[in-house]
Each structure stands twice: as C-alpha cells, then as structure tokens.
C-alpha cells in the first residue's frame, strides 16, 4: 500500500523496494498526514477482514490436525 501511494503522489519508489524504513533513510519530503495514515489502516483492516473471517469459518467447519497449528 505504501508503494501505491506513494506512486499516485509522485513520491519516490525505489527505497522502498529496497528496504524501506529499516534500511533506508526517509527521502526529503515523503510522507502524509494523520488523516490519510487513518485511511490507509482502515483500508488495510477492512481488505484483512475477508481473508481472516474466511480463514476462520474454515477452521470452525474442519477438524483436520494440521490446521491447529496454523
């Protein structure tokens, strides 16, 4: 999502492919407002939910061994 965002601000790419924050220093002038990180972790929980509540219903119906340990 970072990656995306920062493409449709016209915000360099490239460290993050590259590391991100972990290896790389934060280029002069990236970053976003509270507002738009709020959207951004909504829309990650919300694109989160559905693979989770799948996953969930999945566990619930079967009992097979594997799947306690996942």
Same mark, same amino acid.
């Given at each position: 999502?970072?990656?995306? &965002? &920062?493409? +449709? +601000?016209? %915000?360099?790419? &490239?460290?993050?492919?590259?590391?991100?924050?972990?290896? /790389? !220093?934060?280029?002069?002038?990236?970053?976003? /407002?509270?507002? +738009?990180?709020?959207?951004?972790?909504?829309?990650?929980?919300?694109?989160?939910? +559905?693979?989770?509540?799948?996953?969930?219903?999945?566990? %619930?119906?079967?009992? !097979?061994?594997?799947?306690?340990?996942?």
């Amino acid at each position: 999502m970072a990656v995306v &965002a &920062a493409a +449709f +601000f016209h %915000q360099p790419i &490239a460290w993050l492919l590259h590391g991100g924050f972990f290896l /790389n !220093d934060i280029p002069e002038g990236y970053g976003h /407002n509270l507002p +738009f990180i709020y959207l951004m972790w909504t829309t990650a929980v919300v694109i989160l939910y +559905f693979p989770c509540r799948w996953w969930a219903e999945l566990k %619930q119906r079967r009992t !097979d061994w594997w799947l306690s340990y996942l």
